[in-house]
């Protein structure tokens, strides 16, 4: 079965780091784009970062840019996220998106609310005292 899974998720203080993984199984992620996103509770899901199939091209939204990065390792068919200086605001579901199309998760809307070939369950991250 063809599956994106993330991991790296936890419980963080304000001001920590985490990096989140976002790996493939059942298909190689080499010829897809990766596009991570997140829904807070209360909140709408939010597009965060997205990156090229070979990952020359990146994007962030404004709300983790200079704080979040996102990188790949084809070999290892896995995307990460890091994130750095955290906030209570980043607590949240965090998921990952892979689709042939960068231009299609470049819109950085949100599964289910678009299509993508491929997205994942999600892993929760809490950024408290």
């Known amino acids: 079965q063809s599956q994106l899974v993330e991991s790296g998720g936890g419980l963080v203080r304000p001001g920590g780091s985490l990096r989140l993984s976002c790996a493939a199984s059942?298909?190689?992620?080499?010829?897809?784009?990766i596009g991570w996103f997140r829904q807070a509770p209360g909140k709408e899901r939010e597009g965060l970062s997205v990156?090229?199939?070979?990952?020359?091209?990146?994007k962030y939204a404004d709300s983790v840019k200079g704080r979040f990065t996102i990188s790949r390792d084809n070999a290892r068919n896995t995307v990460y996220l890091q994130m750095n200086a955290l906030t209570p605001e980043d607590t949240a579901v965090y998921y990952c998106?892979?689709?042939?199309?960068?231009?299609?998760?470049?819109?950085?809307?949100?599964?289910?609310?678009?299509?993508?070939?491929?997205w994942g369950q999600g892993t929760q991250v809490t950024v408290s005292s």
């Open positions: 990156i090229s199939s070979s990952g020359d091209s990146t």
């Open positions: 059942g298909f190689t992620l080499d010829d897809y784009a």
């Open positions: 998106a892979a689709d042939r199309i960068l231009s299609t998760l470049q819109t950085m809307c949100p599964p289910p609310e678009c299509w993508y070939d491929y």
